[in-house]
Structure formats: C-alpha cells, structure tokens
C-alpha cells in the first residue's frame, strides 16, 4: 500500500490563501479527522473547520475531494484552502503527520501521476516548466506539451517503430527468405517515412529547448574592448562598471534577458590578456571557464586600435564553439553598422547602440529562432539527447538495410530506437533518471 503524503501545494510564504495537498489512501480518514466531517462529497468545494490533533480550533476554510482514479494523482486527494498564514499552515501540516501522513518529497505529487498512468514522463515535466516559464512563448509551449503534444508525436514515431519491427523480425523467421523481403522496397519505404518524421521531431524540440533553456551568450575579448557596454547595450540597463581603465570587470557578471522572446543567459567576462595582478588572473581563469560552457560566444574587439582584430589569435578560445567577432566603436570612426555574415562579423557602437538591432537579428538567425511560430512544445536537453541517440541508431539501421543488407541488424538498431525514444515518455528509463526529473520539482507538486 502507498504511502500517504502531504505538503503545502501554494509558495511558502504570507498570501491571502494557502493550499495543503494530501494523497493516499488515508487521505480522507485524514481530512475526516481534521475537519470532523463524516462525508464527504467528490469534487465539491465544501465549508469546514480545521482542527489539530488537540481538537483546537486552527482556521476555517474550504475542503476538496477527489477520489481516486479520477484525481491527478490517481490516488484519492484532499485539498485544504485555508489563510495563507505560514503558521497555521505548518501546524496543519504537522497534524496532517499525526494522522498518519508523511511529509512529501519534492514533485512527489507528480511522479505518483506518472506511475499511476496519469500523466507520462514528458507531461510530468511540462508541468514543471509550465510553473518555470519566463516568457508567454514558453508559458503557451509548456501547456502543449502538458497536454500531449510532444508525447504525440513521440507515440506516433513508437507504433510505426514497432509495426516495422514486427514487419523485420518476422521476415528473419524465414531466412530462406530475407533477401527478398530487405529487396521488395516496403522495409526501405517505411524506415524513410520514420526516418523523416523524426528529422521534424528533433527540429521541433530543438526550436522547444531553446525556449526553455535559452542560449548561454559569453561575452569576451581584451580589456577596454567595450565588453561591459555591449553587455549594458544587450540588457538595456546600466548593469556593468564602465570606464577607460582597463581591466575594469574582475568577476563574471550575469543576465538573463529575452531577444524577441528567445531566453538569452548573457555573461560578460573579464578582459583576456597576459597579467601579473592575481586578481585580474582570477577573473581571467573565470572568464576561460565560461567560455567552454557557452552555446555562442561574442569576440568584441576595438576597431580603433586593434582593427585587424590580432588579439583572437592569442584568445586560445574553444574550438567547438561558433563565435562572432564584433567590431566595436565605430562612432569613433564615424562608421555606420555593418552586418557581415560570410564574415561572421558586425561593426557596432556599443556606446551610442548602433548595430544592436543588427546583432540581435544575428543571434537569431545563428539559434535558428523563429519567434512566435519556433515550436509546438517545449523540450529539454535531455530531450534532445534521447532524440540525437535515436537518431543514431535509425541511420545505422538504413545502413544496414542498404549497404550489408543484414535484416538482424536492422532488427536491432530498430529496437534500440524504440529505447531512445520511450526515455522521452518514461516507457523505457532507469530509477536513477526519474529520481533526478522529479527531484527539482518543487514541492507540493
């Protein structure tokens, strides 16, 4: 038997009301003896007293059942709305433990509707960020997904897996025979289709993750280059120390802001340069950290005394991270913006703010952003992996079809992009992985 669990479901803290959450089967045994009301009506807000284990008056308030299945849970569940008091709150709390229940685990709520059946693995995590959203675009992407959406198209890719898997194995039972059914063109048909369906998949869930996780933007380059002002240009508030010295930026600044609604982590970093002052050292040896984690880094260099931006070559930036290089203080030179794309290279004011509009029309453009219209549903980076690792195993699967014809093989890898696949919803995933998804919900939820 389930154990019972409760735990306050509104933000901790003072409000005009507060919400307790019991689920489990002594949910109502629990709300009978609290309120001392004998029946209770399913799905109906009902008036009651709230009492503690003394029999002490502690509030006064409105009572909801929801039996199980038909409640998020799937077990039976009792809400409490009584005054948001962070007092009476934990005393009801702790009265709800004398009970019988126990104190929830964070996302404990909804990791019970995912194994109940309620909800799969990605609808679970909608729900998290849903409550996580920053922006309206990744408000109304969560609320897709919550309802299905992703896991649709995550269900449509396993059935035609499956039914194609079914085709394959059953072919291998006559060997005798397997050379034509590899060569009769069907095989070859429907692996295509999967194949292309999960293409738009992963191009959907990438436009999704980005509005979810957004895109780590470090910005870097010599000391008096114009880094912190970009920074202050981007975030359209005085947020960075700006003067002639160089070296001003010791530590790594940060700042979340949005470019038309996509996410941007902006990190401005200290000035890359040879320094003796183990201050500036730090801040430096902070600085090369960052630039390992970005998504996209912006190489700002002075177009008045480093114009042929000669210090790159010294950066010993990563390989693997796209940079575009950012020609600063053209208003001393009276230049106008300048947009190079075969470059990757933009002349800016970061003082005045011209060319701004044009760099924040290339971060998009490198994202692949597409403003309202980027996704059906949002997705995490674990999303995507579990996608990119489907996606490895189907195209050795048409490897294997079209160039060994080896129906065992294909067998195989098919298989295993089922597995990919179903981490996605939770069908296929280990103890470790759920423990870790449920674990940075909040609690009461």
């Not at 408000?139 to 394959?168: D, K, N, P, W």
């Not at 960075?240 to 941007?264: C, F, S, W, Y």
């Not at 913006?337 to 003082?351: D, F, G, T, Y």
């Not at 992996?385 to 014809?405: P, S, T, Y």
Request: charged share 25%; glycine share 6%; aromatic share 4%.
């Amino acid at each position: 038997m389930p154990e019972t669990i409760a735990a306050q479901a509104t933000p901790p803290g003072q409000g005009g009301i507060g919400i307790i959450r019991i689920s489990g089967p002594l949910a109502m045994q629990i709300a009978e003896k609290i309120t001392a009301i004998n029946k209770l009506s399913p799905r109906k807000a009902t008036f009651a007293k709230f009492y503690d284990e003394s029999d002490q008056l502690l509030d006064e308030g409105l009572l909801l059942y929801f039996p199980a299945p038909n409640s998020f849970t799937g077990d039976d569940v009792i809400e409490l709305q009584l005054h948001g008091s962070p007092v009476i709150i934990d005393l009801l709390l702790q009265t709800c433990v004398h009970h019988g229940a126990r104190l929830a685990r964070p996302g404990e709520f909804s990791e019970r509707a995912f194994h109940n059946g309620k909800i799969d693995l990605a609808q679970a995590e909608a729900i998290a960020d849903l409550i996580e959203s920053g922006t309206e675009t990744a408000a109304r992407m969560a609320t897709r997904s919550l309802q299905g959406v992703f896991s649709e198209y995550i269900h449509e890719l396993v059935e035609q897996l499956i039914q194609l898997r079914m085709y394959v194995e059953a072919a291998i039972d006559f060997p005798e025979e397997e050379i034509d059914f590899l060569s009769d063109g069907k095989v070859q048909h429907d692996l295509q289709l999967i194949i292309n369906k999960l293409d738009k998949v992963i191009d959907k869930a990438k436009q999704g993750s980005l509005i979810k996780e957004g895109m780590t933007l470090v910005i870097a380059g010599q000391p008096n280059a114009g880094k912190s002002s970009l920074m202050n240009a981007l975030a359209g508030n005085e947020l960075a120390i700006v003067t002639n010295i160089p070296g001003t930026t010791r530590d790594v600044l940060r700042e979340k802001i949005q470019i038309d609604g996509m996410p941007v982590h902006l990190i401005d970093t200290a000035g890359i340069r040879e320094s003796d002052n183990e201050v500036e050292k730090e801040g430096i040896k902070r600085a090369q950290q960052q630039l390992q984690q970005a998504d996209h880094i912006l190489w700002v260099y002075d177009a008045v005394n480093d114009p042929d931006h000669l210090s790159f070559a010294h950066a010993n930036l990563p390989e693997n991270i796209e940079v575009t290089f950012l020609r600063n203080k053209i208003d001393q030179l009276n230049e106008t913006p300048l947009r190079n794309e075969a470059q990757k290279q933009i002349s800016i004011s970061a003082k005045t703010g011209d060319g701004i509009q044009l760099l924040r029309d290339h971060l998009k453009k490198v994202m692949d952003y597409r403003g309202q219209e980027s996704g059906e549903f949002l997705a995490r980076r674990r999303h995507i992996e579990a996608l990119k690792r489907a996606k490895i195993q189907i195209d050795k699967a048409d490897k294997a079809l079209n160039e060994m014809q080896a129906g065992e093989i294909v067998a195989e890898e098919l298989r295993l992009t089922q597995n990919a696949l179903n981490e996605i919803t939770g069908e296929f995933t280990s103890d470790d992985l759920l423990g870790k998804i449920f674990s940075s919900f909040c609690i009461g939820k």
